[in-house]
């Protein structure tokens, strides 16, 4: 009832009858394919983005005892369409001292770094574009290179802020994908393998989520990503308060929008990367599988949204501290448990 | 091989919708730049200096101590990925071999790298 794979499978079998009829190969029903898919996929997040950013401002204001946007549209339900359509429309100031080739390629790196993920991510059953065999390993090395291009961007505005926003926020993102990836490592040492398609398979029922077995590592990962996605607590490299914005001090109009975009898209990945690790990724009774995989995902970001407005900031100092001092032995430590789980019985 | 496919068109259509973006607002947006509006903005004021200096040597050594134990993490994941498999004997080796690194952490720890000022 209701799942996608089907849709799925008959719009390729379309595709691939199409392109057959052109006269073309098999290799090319695959790249069409393909390209169809991440189309789709790019659609997608770009109306979920515009979604999370509606979300967030309404989470916001209502923690804040506020209503938020109320003016375009049914409860201000179309304020981010005209949000994006504004920033479609806005001069592209580029200062006179910048370094202009890093200054142009920084938000793309940012935001290809942060859709390549979405290549893997297993969105229901049968719901994903490829299953890499090191599925997991891949979401990590390729999110790390979101860094080079906040340090791409921070660098080349030539702006002490946006310069300190960049570092920062590299320090930071290096220091907490050690914790991550260790907890990450925690749940593999059970599932025996980096496919997120087999790590979702592994856990159909309630009783059988890595999070009941790997709580410690659930803990470590919750607290890493949020460090990873520059969220409050965490959000030093964005502090508004000392660094105006960070490192898009210095953009505006589509360029800033990039990295906006890159930001929310991140803030799902993470969200997603811990439903499917932790919490059964799409499995879920009665209801269809993607829409599963959604709610926990939204569920985890709606998390997010809700700490910013409950915990302050921390200071640099306890920010690193916290992830060399105390995470990093607490991962090592999870792990050491987890074997010793493993080897004994 | 196809597998991999996917990325290089997630990677190629990623950049290119980004690029899209940038045409299109190019396309529709006002050109109006002068010198005053493309001056580098800090607290109102003509910025001191020019922004590419010396930075904190912190930050160096926490990409160093990154890099160590980055490289131990990619150590770590074919083990993980085959450990159950393995058994005892190589759960006692990865101990040891993490053992090195905490002391190594340690040590970095005592000598005062991990503070920040």
């Known amino acids: 009832m209701l799942e996608l794979d089907k849709l799925i499978g008959f719009v390729g079998a379309q595709i691939a009858a199409l392109v057959t009829a052109l006269g073309l190969g098999p290799d090319w029903v695959t790249l069409v394919q393909l390209v169809v898919a991440a189309l789709t996929?790019?659609?997608?997040?770009?109306?979920?983005?515009?979604?999370?950013?509606?979300?967030?401002?309404?989470?916001?204001?209502?923690?804040?005892?506020?209503?938020g946007p109320m003016r375009v549209g049914w409860h201000g339900i179309l304020q981010t369409l005209a949000d994006a359509v504004k920033l479609l429309q806005k001069e592209d100031i580029t200062p006179s001292n910048v370094d202009?080739?890093?200054?142009?390629?920084?938000?793309?790196?940012?935001?290809?770094?942060?859709?390549?993920?979405?290549?893997?991510?297993?969105?229901?059953?049968?719901?994903?574009?490829t299953d890499?065999?090191?599925?997991?390993?891949?979401?990590?090395?390729?999110?790390?290179?979101?860094?080079?291009?906040?340090?791409?961007?921070?660098?080349?505005?030539?702006?002490?802020?946006?310069l300190l926003g960049g570092f920062r926020s590299a320090a930071q993102v290096v220091s907490y994908?050690?914790?991550?990836?260790?907890?990450?490592?925690?749940?593999?040492?059970?599932?025996?393998?980096?496919?997120?398609?087999?790590?979702?398979?592994?856990?159909?029922?309630?009783?059988?989520?890595?999070?009941w077995r790997q709580p410690i590592g659930f803990l470590i990962y919750f607290v890493a990503a949020t460090a990873e996605v520059n969220r409050t607590p965490f959000d030093l490299p964005e502090a508004d308060s000392e660094l105006v914005a960070g490192f898009v001090t210095e953009?505006?109009?589509?360029?800033?929008?990039?990295?906006?975009?890159?930001?929310?898209?991140?803030?799902?990945?993470?969200?997603?990367?811990?439903?499917?690790?932790?919490?059964?990724?799409?499995?879920?009774?009665?209801?269809?599988?993607?829409?599963?995989?959604?709610?926990?995902?939204?569920?985890?970001?709606?998390?997010?949204?809700?700490?910013?407005?409950?915990?302050?900031?921390?200071?640099?100092?306890?920010?690193?501290?916290?992830?060399?001092k105390f995470l990093l032995p607490l991962a090592i430590l999870n792990i050491l448990i987890t074997g010793l789980f493993v080897v004994l019985f | 091989m196809s597998e991999f496919a996917a990325i290089a068109v997630f990677l190629v259509l990623g950049v290119g919708f980004v690029l899209f973006n940038f045409l299109l607002s190019n396309l529709i947006r006002p050109k109006n730049p002068n010198p005053i509006k493309q001056s580098t903005y800090e607290c109102g004021e003509t910025p001191v200096g020019p922004a590419w200096i010396q930075f904190n040597v912190r930050f160096y050594i926490f990409c160093l101590i990154f890099v160590i134990f980055d490289v131990e993490i990619v150590f770590l994941f074919p083990w993980a990925l085959v450990f159950q498999s393995l058994g005892l004997f190589a759960f006692v080796e990865m101990v040891i071999f993490v053992g090195i690194l905490m002391f190594g952490l340690l040590y970095a720890w005592k000598k005062g790298l991990l503070r920040w000022y």
């Open chain 1, 41 to 67: 996929l790019i659609g997608f997040a770009s109306v979920m983005v515009l979604g999370l950013v509606y979300a967030e401002r309404k989470v916001s204001a209502h923690i804040q005892m506020r209503v």
């Open chain 1, 100 to 129: 202009r080739a890093i200054y142009f390629w920084a938000p793309i790196v940012t935001f290809v770094a942060a859709f390549a993920v979405y290549a893997v991510i297993p969105f229901g059953r049968g719901l994903v574009v």
């Open chain 1, 132 to 162: 890499l065999n090191i599925g997991i390993l891949y979401i990590l090395a390729i999110t790390t290179f979101g860094v080079i291009g906040l340090l791409m961007a921070g660098w080349s505005s030539n702006n002490k802020y946006s």
């Open chain 1, 177 to 211: 994908e050690v914790p991550m990836a260790l907890a990450v490592i925690g749940v593999v040492m059970l599932t025996q393998t980096l496919s997120m398609v087999q790590i979702v398979g592994q856990q159909e029922k309630f009783y059988q989520w890595y999070v």
């Open chain 1, 251 to 324: 953009y505006s109009g589509m360029k800033f929008a990039m990295f906006f975009l890159a930001e929310f898209l991140n803030m799902f990945t993470v969200a997603a990367i811990g439903t499917t690790l932790f919490f059964g990724g799409w499995n879920g009774p009665v209801l269809p599988s993607w829409m599963w995989f959604l709610i926990k995902t939204l569920a985890g970001v709606f998390v997010l949204m809700w700490m910013r407005w409950t915990y302050p900031r921390l200071r640099v100092d306890q920010l690193m501290g916290f992830a060399w």
